[in-house]
Protein backbone atom coordinates (compact mmCIF):
# COMPACT_ATOMS: atom_id res chain seq x y z
CA UNK A 1 0.00 0.00 0.00
CA UNK A 2 2.58 2.20 0.88
CA UNK A 3 4.39 1.86 -2.32
CA UNK A 4 0.90 4.11 -3.72
CA UNK A 5 2.59 7.05 -2.39
CA UNK A 6 5.02 6.70 -5.47
CA UNK A 7 2.32 6.91 -7.92
CA UNK A 8 0.68 9.70 -6.42
CA UNK A 9 1.70 12.66 -9.25
CA UNK A 10 0.81 10.39 -11.96
CA UNK A 11 -2.65 9.45 -9.85
CA UNK A 12 -3.59 12.52 -9.40
CA UNK A 13 -2.89 13.29 -12.52
CA UNK A 14 -4.84 10.82 -14.54
CA UNK A 15 -7.57 11.56 -12.89
CA UNK A 16 -7.49 15.06 -13.67
CA UNK A 17 -7.17 13.80 -17.66
CA UNK A 18 -10.26 11.80 -16.81
CA UNK A 19 -12.35 15.09 -15.53
CA UNK A 20 -10.63 16.70 -18.44
CA UNK A 21 -11.81 14.38 -21.30
CA UNK A 22 -15.20 14.23 -19.71
CA UNK A 23 -15.89 17.66 -18.87
CA UNK A 24 -15.26 18.51 -22.39
CA UNK A 25 -16.85 16.24 -24.32
CA UNK A 26 -19.69 16.58 -22.22
CA UNK A 27 -19.60 19.51 -22.69
CA UNK A 28 -19.60 19.17 -26.98
CA UNK A 29 -21.81 16.46 -26.64
CA UNK A 30 -24.85 18.59 -24.98
CA UNK A 31 -24.91 21.59 -27.52
CA UNK A 32 -24.03 19.17 -30.41
CA UNK A 33 -27.05 16.64 -28.69
CA UNK A 34 -28.98 19.93 -28.48
CA UNK A 35 -28.45 20.81 -31.43
CA UNK A 36 -29.83 17.20 -33.20
CA UNK A 37 -32.21 16.38 -30.49
CA UNK A 38 -34.30 18.89 -30.73
CA UNK A 39 -34.40 18.34 -34.58
CA UNK A 40 -35.44 14.57 -33.75
CA UNK A 41 -37.76 15.92 -31.29
CA UNK A 42 -39.56 19.34 -33.68
CA UNK A 43 -39.41 16.24 -36.84
CA UNK A 44 -40.80 13.39 -34.85
CA UNK A 45 -44.64 11.80 -35.48
CA UNK A 46 -45.35 13.53 -32.21
CA UNK A 47 -43.43 16.85 -32.85
CA UNK A 48 -44.85 20.12 -33.37
CA UNK A 49 -43.79 19.99 -37.70
CA UNK A 50 -43.41 16.38 -38.39
CA UNK A 51 -41.42 15.74 -41.15
CA UNK A 52 -41.03 11.74 -41.75
CA UNK A 53 -38.10 11.76 -44.34
CA UNK A 54 -35.98 14.49 -41.74
CA UNK A 55 -36.16 12.62 -39.16
CA UNK A 56 -36.00 9.37 -40.50
CA UNK A 57 -32.25 10.18 -42.07
CA UNK A 58 -31.32 12.04 -38.38
CA UNK A 59 -32.41 9.00 -36.65
CA UNK A 60 -30.31 6.30 -39.22
CA UNK A 61 -27.48 8.81 -38.16
CA UNK A 62 -27.84 9.00 -35.08
CA UNK A 63 -28.47 4.72 -34.33
CA UNK A 64 -25.56 4.14 -36.96
CA UNK A 65 -23.24 5.65 -34.79
CA UNK A 66 -24.30 4.19 -31.89
CA UNK A 67 -24.34 0.71 -33.04
CA UNK A 68 -20.93 0.50 -33.30
CA UNK A 69 -19.02 -0.19 -30.12
CA UNK A 70 -17.22 2.18 -28.72
CA UNK A 71 -13.55 0.52 -28.67
CA UNK A 72 -14.37 -0.13 -32.47
CA UNK A 73 -15.40 3.31 -33.45
CA UNK A 74 -12.22 5.15 -31.76
CA UNK A 75 -9.94 2.64 -33.89
CA UNK A 76 -12.43 3.76 -37.50
CA UNK A 77 -11.78 7.36 -35.82
CA UNK A 78 -8.32 7.38 -35.43
CA UNK A 79 -7.16 9.25 -39.20
CA UNK A 80 -10.18 11.73 -38.72
CA UNK A 81 -8.60 12.27 -35.19
CA UNK A 82 -5.39 12.55 -36.22
CA UNK A 83 -6.42 14.88 -38.89
CA UNK A 84 -8.26 17.04 -36.00
CA UNK A 85 -5.89 17.47 -33.16
CA UNK A 86 -2.70 16.56 -35.15
CA UNK A 87 -2.19 13.48 -33.41
CA UNK A 88 -4.05 10.01 -32.09
CA UNK A 89 -2.77 9.49 -29.18
CA UNK A 90 -3.38 12.03 -25.67
CA UNK A 91 -5.93 13.26 -24.39
CA UNK A 92 -7.04 15.93 -26.71
CA UNK A 93 -7.36 13.06 -29.36
CA UNK A 94 -9.50 10.95 -26.48
CA UNK A 95 -12.02 13.65 -26.80
CA UNK A 96 -12.77 13.45 -30.36
CA UNK A 97 -14.05 9.84 -30.31
CA UNK A 98 -15.68 10.76 -27.09
CA UNK A 99 -17.92 13.50 -28.66
CA UNK A 100 -18.55 11.71 -31.96
CA UNK A 101 -19.27 8.29 -30.10
CA UNK A 102 -21.52 10.59 -27.36
CA UNK A 103 -23.42 12.75 -29.44
CA UNK A 104 -25.90 10.64 -30.82
CA UNK A 105 -26.38 9.06 -27.77
CA UNK A 106 -27.06 13.04 -26.49
CA UNK A 107 -29.38 13.45 -29.04
CA UNK A 108 -31.70 10.86 -27.98
CA UNK A 109 -31.75 11.28 -24.80
CA UNK A 110 -32.62 14.88 -25.43
CA UNK A 111 -35.72 14.07 -27.92
CA UNK A 112 -36.54 11.87 -25.24
CA UNK A 113 -36.78 14.43 -22.87
CA UNK A 114 -38.37 16.92 -25.00
CA UNK A 115 -40.95 14.63 -26.36
CA UNK A 116 -41.84 14.38 -22.28
CA UNK A 117 -43.59 17.58 -23.17
CA UNK A 118 -47.32 17.30 -22.44
CA UNK A 119 -48.52 17.16 -26.30
CA UNK A 120 -51.67 19.36 -25.17
CA UNK A 121 -49.74 21.87 -24.12
CA UNK A 122 -47.31 22.14 -27.99
CA UNK A 123 -51.25 22.07 -29.48
CA UNK A 124 -51.73 25.11 -27.83
CA UNK A 125 -48.36 26.77 -28.34
CA UNK A 126 -49.60 25.96 -31.58
CA UNK A 127 -52.89 27.58 -31.65
CA UNK A 128 -50.78 30.63 -30.49
CA UNK A 129 -49.09 31.05 -33.75
CA UNK A 130 -45.59 29.67 -32.20
CA UNK A 131 -43.24 28.71 -35.16
CA UNK A 132 -41.29 25.56 -34.69
CA UNK A 133 -37.96 27.09 -33.98
CA UNK A 134 -39.82 29.38 -31.90
CA UNK A 135 -41.19 26.46 -29.77
CA UNK A 136 -38.03 24.77 -29.21
CA UNK A 137 -36.62 27.69 -28.05
CA UNK A 138 -39.42 29.38 -25.79
CA UNK A 139 -41.48 25.24 -25.32
CA UNK A 140 -39.84 22.26 -26.00
CA UNK A 141 -36.58 23.84 -23.73
CA UNK A 142 -36.95 25.37 -21.19
CA UNK A 143 -40.39 22.60 -20.49
CA UNK A 144 -37.78 20.16 -19.73
CA UNK A 145 -34.82 21.41 -17.87
CA UNK A 146 -35.27 19.09 -15.43
CA UNK A 147 -35.24 16.21 -17.68
CA UNK A 148 -32.90 17.31 -19.66
CA UNK A 149 -30.48 17.91 -16.60
CA UNK A 150 -31.00 14.20 -16.42
CA UNK A 151 -30.37 13.10 -19.49
CA UNK A 152 -26.86 15.39 -19.31
CA UNK A 153 -26.34 13.27 -15.89
CA UNK A 154 -26.89 10.20 -17.61
CA UNK A 155 -24.50 11.26 -20.12
CA UNK A 156 -21.29 12.12 -18.24
CA UNK A 157 -21.29 9.13 -15.96
CA UNK A 158 -21.67 7.11 -19.72
CA UNK A 159 -18.95 9.67 -20.57
CA UNK A 160 -17.08 8.40 -17.58
CA UNK A 161 -17.08 4.55 -18.73
CA UNK A 162 -15.89 5.82 -22.21
CA UNK A 163 -13.16 7.94 -20.94
CA UNK A 164 -11.61 4.86 -19.89
CA UNK A 165 -11.84 2.78 -22.90
CA UNK A 166 -10.73 5.82 -24.81
CA UNK A 167 -7.79 5.76 -21.88
CA UNK A 168 -6.98 2.44 -22.54
CA UNK A 169 -6.01 2.90 -26.25
CA UNK A 170 -3.71 5.92 -25.60
CA UNK A 171 -5.72 8.55 -24.20
CA UNK A 172 -4.42 8.50 -20.86
CA UNK A 173 -6.87 9.46 -17.92
CA UNK A 174 -8.05 6.72 -14.76
CA UNK A 175 -8.55 3.99 -17.06
CA UNK A 176 -5.21 3.91 -18.69
CA UNK A 177 -3.72 4.13 -15.10
CA UNK A 178 -5.74 1.27 -13.92
CA UNK A 179 -5.04 -1.07 -17.13
CA UNK A 180 -1.72 -0.17 -17.52
CA UNK A 181 -0.01 -0.10 -14.05
CA UNK A 182 -3.32 -2.13 -12.38
CA UNK A 183 -3.53 -4.96 -14.32
CA UNK A 184 -0.74 -5.09 -16.77
CA UNK A 185 1.83 -4.73 -13.80
CA UNK A 186 -0.17 -6.74 -11.17
CA UNK A 187 -0.81 -3.89 -9.26
CA UNK A 188 -4.48 -4.82 -7.41
CA UNK A 189 -3.67 -2.17 -4.99
CA UNK A 190 -3.55 0.91 -8.01
CA UNK A 191 -6.63 -1.09 -9.99
CA UNK A 192 -8.57 -0.75 -7.01
CA UNK A 193 -8.20 2.65 -6.07
CA UNK A 194 -8.72 3.56 -9.90
CA UNK A 195 -12.05 2.00 -9.26
CA UNK A 196 -12.80 3.85 -6.01
CA UNK A 197 -11.94 7.58 -7.51
CA UNK A 198 -14.31 6.41 -10.39
CA UNK A 199 -17.04 4.86 -8.12
CA UNK A 200 -16.94 8.55 -5.99
CA UNK A 201 -16.91 10.84 -9.00
CA UNK A 202 -20.16 8.99 -10.75
CA UNK A 203 -21.75 9.12 -7.58
CA UNK A 204 -21.09 12.99 -6.91
CA UNK A 205 -22.43 13.84 -10.56
CA UNK A 206 -25.67 11.43 -9.98
CA UNK A 207 -25.88 13.56 -6.47
CA UNK A 208 -24.92 16.86 -8.23
CA UNK A 209 -27.25 16.40 -11.30
CA UNK A 210 -30.46 15.04 -8.92
CA UNK A 211 -30.13 18.24 -7.10
CA UNK A 212 -29.95 20.50 -9.51
CA UNK A 213 -32.91 18.73 -11.55
CA UNK A 214 -35.27 19.21 -8.47
CA UNK A 215 -34.02 22.55 -8.46
CA UNK A 216 -34.85 23.53 -11.42
CA UNK A 217 -38.83 21.61 -11.41
CA UNK A 218 -41.55 24.21 -11.43
CA UNK A 219 -44.34 21.71 -11.67
CA UNK B 1 -72.78 47.88 -39.06
CA UNK B 2 -69.74 45.68 -37.55
CA UNK B 3 -71.98 44.32 -35.05
CA UNK B 4 -74.16 42.54 -37.54
CA UNK B 5 -71.38 40.46 -39.21
CA UNK B 6 -70.49 37.46 -37.80
CA UNK B 7 -67.42 36.69 -35.78
CA UNK B 8 -67.34 33.04 -36.87
CA UNK B 9 -68.96 31.06 -39.75
CA UNK B 10 -69.13 27.37 -40.11
CA UNK B 11 -69.85 26.03 -43.42
CA UNK B 12 -70.75 22.63 -44.38
CA UNK B 13 -67.46 21.21 -42.33
CA UNK B 14 -67.07 17.71 -42.84
CA UNK B 15 -64.37 15.82 -41.46
CA UNK B 16 -63.64 12.29 -41.51
CA UNK B 17 -60.61 10.49 -39.47
CA UNK B 18 -60.64 7.69 -41.51
CA UNK B 19 -62.07 6.40 -45.19
CA UNK B 20 -65.29 4.29 -44.00
CA UNK B 21 -65.51 5.61 -40.43
CA UNK B 22 -68.60 7.18 -39.92
CA UNK B 23 -67.60 10.83 -40.22
CA UNK B 24 -66.94 13.09 -36.90
CA UNK B 25 -68.49 16.30 -38.51
CA UNK B 26 -71.20 16.17 -41.01
CA UNK B 27 -71.91 18.91 -43.05
CA UNK B 28 -71.74 21.09 -40.00
CA UNK B 29 -73.27 24.81 -40.33
CA UNK B 30 -72.71 27.53 -37.32
CA UNK B 31 -73.01 31.21 -37.56
CA UNK B 32 -71.74 33.01 -34.60
CA UNK B 33 -73.16 36.96 -35.00
CA UNK B 34 -70.15 39.18 -33.35
CA UNK B 35 -70.44 40.36 -29.97
CA UNK B 36 -72.95 36.99 -29.16
CA UNK B 37 -72.17 34.14 -26.84
CA UNK B 38 -72.67 30.82 -28.50
CA UNK B 39 -73.02 27.47 -27.04
CA UNK B 40 -72.12 24.31 -28.75
CA UNK B 41 -73.40 21.55 -26.79
CA UNK B 42 -73.42 17.35 -26.95
CA UNK B 43 -72.71 14.30 -25.66
CA UNK B 44 -69.57 13.28 -25.41
CA UNK B 45 -68.50 12.01 -28.91
CA UNK B 46 -70.81 14.22 -30.34
CA UNK B 47 -68.36 16.14 -32.03
CA UNK B 48 -67.85 18.97 -29.97
CA UNK B 49 -64.02 18.13 -29.59
CA UNK B 50 -63.54 17.82 -33.62
CA UNK B 51 -65.20 20.70 -34.17
CA UNK B 52 -62.98 22.94 -31.87
CA UNK B 53 -60.29 21.61 -33.61
CA UNK B 54 -61.47 22.58 -36.42
CA UNK B 55 -62.40 26.09 -35.83
CA UNK B 56 -58.96 26.08 -34.12
CA UNK B 57 -57.13 24.84 -37.16
CA UNK B 58 -55.70 22.24 -35.57
CA UNK B 59 -57.16 19.92 -37.77
CA UNK B 60 -57.89 19.97 -41.55
CA UNK B 61 -61.30 19.71 -42.54
CA UNK B 62 -62.02 17.58 -45.67
CA UNK B 63 -64.53 19.99 -46.54
CA UNK B 64 -66.48 22.72 -45.54
CA UNK B 65 -65.04 26.69 -45.02
CA UNK B 66 -64.38 28.30 -41.39
CA UNK B 67 -64.57 32.06 -41.40
CA UNK B 68 -62.95 33.67 -38.68
CA UNK B 69 -63.79 37.44 -37.93
CA UNK B 70 -64.03 38.02 -42.06
CA UNK B 71 -60.88 35.98 -43.12
CA UNK B 72 -60.91 32.46 -44.58
CA UNK B 73 -59.06 29.88 -42.51
CA UNK B 74 -59.67 26.77 -44.49
CA UNK B 75 -57.46 27.22 -46.99
CA UNK B 76 -54.27 29.78 -45.49
CA UNK B 77 -50.80 28.69 -45.86
CA UNK B 78 -49.20 27.44 -42.24
CA UNK B 79 -47.36 31.43 -42.31
CA UNK B 80 -50.23 33.03 -43.17
CA UNK B 81 -52.07 31.37 -40.83
CA UNK B 82 -49.56 31.73 -37.64
CA UNK B 83 -50.05 35.39 -38.45
CA UNK B 84 -54.00 34.93 -38.17
CA UNK B 85 -53.88 33.60 -34.98
CA UNK B 86 -53.56 36.16 -32.86
CA UNK B 87 -57.64 36.68 -33.83
CA UNK B 88 -58.54 33.93 -31.72
CA UNK B 89 -57.80 32.97 -28.18
CA UNK B 90 -58.30 29.66 -26.73
CA UNK B 91 -58.63 28.49 -23.40
CA UNK B 92 -58.54 24.95 -22.93
CA UNK B 93 -60.33 22.75 -20.61
CA UNK B 94 -57.04 21.79 -19.35
CA UNK B 95 -55.34 25.18 -19.71
CA UNK B 96 -51.98 24.42 -20.65
CA UNK B 97 -49.94 27.02 -18.76
CA UNK B 98 -46.19 26.85 -19.14
CA UNK B 99 -44.73 25.32 -15.90
CA UNK B 100 -41.25 26.51 -16.76
CA UNK B 101 -42.77 30.24 -17.01
CA UNK B 102 -44.22 32.90 -14.48
CA UNK B 103 -47.96 34.19 -14.69
CA UNK B 104 -46.56 37.60 -16.41
CA UNK B 105 -44.52 35.49 -18.80
CA UNK B 106 -47.31 33.08 -19.20
CA UNK B 107 -49.59 35.90 -20.63
CA UNK B 108 -46.24 37.86 -23.03
CA UNK B 109 -45.85 34.98 -24.54
CA UNK B 110 -48.53 35.54 -27.31
CA UNK B 111 -47.78 38.69 -27.74
CA UNK B 112 -43.81 37.84 -28.03
CA UNK B 113 -44.84 35.55 -30.85
CA UNK B 114 -46.82 38.37 -32.41
CA UNK B 115 -43.66 40.50 -32.18
CA UNK B 116 -44.85 43.15 -29.77
CA UNK B 117 -42.23 45.54 -28.49
CA UNK B 118 -40.83 44.64 -25.20
CA UNK B 119 -42.02 47.74 -23.39
CA UNK B 120 -45.50 47.52 -25.17
CA UNK B 121 -45.69 43.59 -24.08
CA UNK B 122 -45.01 44.65 -20.43
CA UNK B 123 -47.46 47.50 -20.41
CA UNK B 124 -49.93 45.04 -21.86
CA UNK B 125 -49.03 42.13 -19.27
CA UNK B 126 -49.74 44.43 -16.64
CA UNK B 127 -53.07 45.83 -18.14
CA UNK B 128 -54.61 42.36 -18.15
CA UNK B 129 -52.73 40.82 -14.84
CA UNK B 130 -55.19 43.90 -13.38
CA UNK B 131 -58.47 43.35 -14.82
CA UNK B 132 -58.16 39.72 -14.16
CA UNK B 133 -57.09 40.70 -10.76
CA UNK B 134 -53.65 38.54 -10.68
CA UNK B 135 -51.44 41.41 -10.58
CA UNK B 136 -49.70 39.95 -6.72
CA UNK B 137 -49.55 36.79 -8.83
CA UNK B 138 -47.00 37.74 -11.59
CA UNK B 139 -44.22 36.40 -10.10
CA UNK B 140 -45.48 33.27 -9.38
CA UNK B 141 -45.39 30.12 -11.28
CA UNK B 142 -48.52 28.56 -12.66
CA UNK B 143 -48.46 25.67 -10.34
CA UNK B 144 -48.24 27.92 -7.06
CA UNK B 145 -51.64 28.97 -7.63
CA UNK B 146 -55.14 27.53 -7.08
CA UNK B 147 -57.68 26.50 -10.36
CA UNK B 148 -59.60 29.47 -10.20
CA UNK B 149 -56.40 31.60 -10.61
CA UNK B 150 -54.80 29.46 -13.07
CA UNK B 151 -57.84 29.84 -15.19
CA UNK B 152 -57.86 33.44 -15.27
CA UNK B 153 -54.26 33.32 -16.26
CA UNK B 154 -55.49 30.87 -18.69
CA UNK B 155 -57.95 33.82 -19.80
CA UNK B 156 -55.58 36.88 -19.94
CA UNK B 157 -53.11 34.89 -21.97
CA UNK B 158 -55.89 33.74 -24.58
CA UNK B 159 -57.07 37.83 -24.58
CA UNK B 160 -53.54 39.22 -24.84
CA UNK B 161 -53.43 39.42 -28.46
CA UNK B 162 -56.82 41.88 -28.20
CA UNK B 163 -58.46 38.70 -30.83
CA UNK B 164 -62.05 39.09 -31.94
CA UNK B 165 -62.86 35.49 -30.97
CA UNK B 166 -62.39 33.40 -27.67
CA UNK B 167 -62.76 30.01 -27.96
CA UNK B 168 -63.60 28.28 -24.49
CA UNK B 169 -63.40 24.52 -24.18
CA UNK B 170 -65.39 23.46 -21.13
CA UNK B 171 -64.56 25.92 -19.36
CA UNK B 172 -67.09 25.30 -16.51
CA UNK B 173 -66.59 21.77 -15.93
CA UNK B 174 -64.82 20.05 -13.25
CA UNK B 175 -65.92 22.99 -11.01
CA UNK B 176 -67.59 23.41 -8.19
CA UNK B 177 -70.76 25.44 -8.35
CA UNK B 178 -69.43 28.37 -6.55
CA UNK B 179 -66.10 28.61 -9.10
CA UNK B 180 -68.70 28.01 -12.11
CA UNK B 181 -70.38 30.64 -11.37
CA UNK B 182 -67.73 33.18 -11.27
CA UNK B 183 -66.16 31.95 -14.49
CA UNK B 184 -69.18 32.46 -15.94
CA UNK B 185 -69.66 35.96 -14.73
CA UNK B 186 -66.02 36.57 -15.51
CA UNK B 187 -66.68 35.54 -19.26
CA UNK B 188 -69.47 37.84 -19.34
CA UNK B 189 -67.83 40.82 -18.41
CA UNK B 190 -65.48 39.71 -20.46
CA UNK B 191 -67.29 40.03 -23.54
CA UNK B 192 -68.11 43.65 -22.53
CA UNK B 193 -64.16 44.52 -22.06
CA UNK B 194 -63.04 42.85 -24.88
CA UNK B 195 -65.78 43.16 -27.52
CA UNK B 196 -65.29 39.56 -27.90
CA UNK B 197 -67.27 37.10 -29.81
CA UNK B 198 -67.60 33.88 -27.65
CA UNK B 199 -67.83 30.45 -28.69
CA UNK B 200 -68.24 27.70 -25.81
CA UNK B 201 -68.21 24.19 -26.16
CA UNK B 202 -69.40 22.16 -23.20
CA UNK B 203 -71.83 19.37 -22.20
CA UNK B 204 -73.05 21.63 -19.37
CA UNK B 205 -76.06 22.55 -19.94
CA UNK B 206 -76.61 24.47 -17.02
CA UNK B 207 -73.71 26.90 -17.81
CA UNK B 208 -75.00 27.33 -21.70
CA UNK B 209 -78.26 28.02 -20.35
CA UNK B 210 -77.19 30.66 -18.01
CA UNK B 211 -74.54 32.78 -20.41
CA UNK B 212 -75.43 31.69 -23.96
CA UNK B 213 -77.57 33.90 -26.42
CA UNK B 214 -77.45 31.06 -29.16
CA UNK B 215 -77.24 27.71 -28.64
CA UNK B 216 -75.94 25.12 -31.41
CA UNK B 217 -76.93 21.23 -30.66
CA UNK B 218 -74.46 18.59 -32.18
CA UNK B 219 -75.50 14.84 -32.25
CA UNK B 220 -73.27 11.78 -33.76
CA UNK B 221 -71.75 14.89 -35.93
CA UNK B 222 -74.28 16.52 -37.11
CA UNK B 223 -76.66 19.84 -36.29
CA UNK B 224 -79.38 18.72 -34.50
CA UNK B 225 -80.78 22.04 -33.58
CA UNK B 226 -79.99 25.90 -33.58
CA UNK B 227 -81.14 28.45 -32.79
CA UNK B 228 -81.60 31.36 -29.66
CA UNK B 229 -80.81 30.03 -26.35
CA UNK B 230 -84.48 30.74 -24.35
CA UNK B 231 -86.21 29.32 -27.53
CA UNK B 232 -83.79 26.33 -27.32
CA UNK B 233 -84.33 25.28 -23.79
CA UNK B 234 -87.87 26.03 -23.66
CA UNK B 235 -89.15 24.21 -27.00
CA UNK B 236 -86.57 21.64 -27.25
CA UNK B 237 -87.23 20.23 -30.66
CA UNK B 238 -85.39 17.37 -30.72
CA UNK B 239 -84.47 14.54 -28.63
CA UNK B 240 -81.06 14.72 -28.12
CA UNK B 241 -82.24 18.36 -26.75
CA UNK B 242 -84.20 17.16 -24.12
CA UNK B 243 -82.23 14.41 -23.46
CA UNK B 244 -79.43 17.07 -22.64
CA UNK B 245 -82.12 19.14 -20.50
CA UNK B 246 -82.62 16.56 -18.85
CA UNK B 247 -79.26 15.50 -17.20
CA UNK B 248 -79.08 19.03 -16.25
CA UNK B 249 -82.64 18.86 -14.67
CA UNK B 250 -83.60 21.65 -16.49
CA UNK B 251 -88.00 22.32 -16.07
CA UNK B 252 -89.28 20.19 -19.14
CA UNK B 253 -92.32 21.80 -20.47
CA UNK B 254 -92.12 19.03 -23.38
CA UNK B 255 -92.48 15.46 -23.00
CA UNK B 256 -90.61 13.63 -20.27
CA UNK B 257 -87.36 12.34 -20.93
CA UNK B 258 -86.62 8.64 -22.31
CA UNK B 259 -83.94 6.63 -20.34
CA UNK B 260 -80.11 6.84 -21.51
CA UNK B 261 -79.81 3.88 -24.21
CA UNK B 262 -76.94 1.60 -23.72
CA UNK B 263 -74.50 2.79 -26.31
CA UNK B 264 -75.12 6.75 -25.02
CA UNK B 265 -74.19 5.36 -21.30
CA UNK B 266 -71.55 3.33 -22.50
CA UNK B 267 -70.03 6.56 -24.55
CA UNK B 268 -70.43 8.57 -21.41
CA UNK B 269 -68.56 6.75 -19.03
CA UNK B 270 -65.66 5.51 -21.54
CA UNK B 271 -64.59 9.24 -21.87
CA UNK B 272 -64.28 11.24 -19.37
Redesign the interface.
Same mark, same amino acid.
Given at each position: MSNLFELGPSFFEATLQTLEMVSVAVFFCVIFGLLLGSWLAVTSPQGIAPARGVHQVLAAFANISRSIPFLILIVLLLPFTRFLVGTSIGTAAAIVPLVIGGTPYAARLVEAALLDV?P /??I??? #??? /???PA?AVW??YL??S #?PGLIRAFTVLAITMINFSAMAGAVGGGGLGDLAIRYGYQRFRLDVLALCCVVLILLVQLIQFAGNHLARNFD?? | MRNEQSAIIVRGLTKRFAPGLLPALDAVDIDVPAGSIHGVLGLSGAGKSTLLRCV? *??ETPDSGEIIVAGSDWTHLSAAA?? *????K?G?V?Q !?L !?L????TVAANIA??L???GMPRTAVAQRVTELLEWFGIADKAKE?P?RLSGGQQQRVALA?ALATNPRVLLADEPTSALDPETRASVLNTLRSIREQFGVTILIITHDMHSAAAICDTLTVLDAGRVAESGPACELLEHPSTEITRRLLAHTGWPQSSSPPRPLSRQTHFEEIGQP
Open positions: D /GLQAM #ITL /GISEKVPE #IRR | A *RLLR *RERGMIF !H !HLSSRLPEINYAR
